[in-house]
């Protein structure tokens, strides 16, 4: 967390990513499309999971949101 001058908490999303695993923060709120195209992630090759859920393009996810961002993997 990060905190102001005036003591008042400032939250930021959390974000995992995998392939490589790695942890970073966001400020939000911030619709998931954005999110992708912040990281330099395609749409259509990255999953955005809030708790159990698949979230769409155009959830906005709140500060204190915990996502992962995994890749789509197919297999046969």
Same mark, same amino acid.
């Given at each position: %967390? /990060? ?6 908490? %400032?939250?930021? %999303?959390? =974000? @995992? *990513?995998? /392939? +490589? $695993?790695?942890? =970073?923060? %966001? @400020?939000? +709120? ?5 999110? *992708? @195209? @912040?990281l330099? *992630? ?11 859920? *698949?979230?769409?393009?155009?959830? =906005? $996810? +709140? ?5 992962? =961002?995994?890749p ?5």
């Open positions: %967390m /990060h905190f102001r001058r005036d003591s008042t908490i %400032m939250l930021s %999303m959390k =974000i @995992k *990513l995998y /392939h +490589p $695993l790695r942890e =970073i923060s %966001m @400020k939000g +709120p911030r619709e998931a499309a954005y999110i *992708l @195209k @912040k330099n *992630l395609p749409r259509e090759a990255y999953l955005v999971i809030w708790g159990e859920e *698949l979230v769409a393009e155009d959830a =906005i $996810l +709140p500060d204190e949101a915990e996502i992962e =961002i995994r789509v993997i197919s297999g046969g």
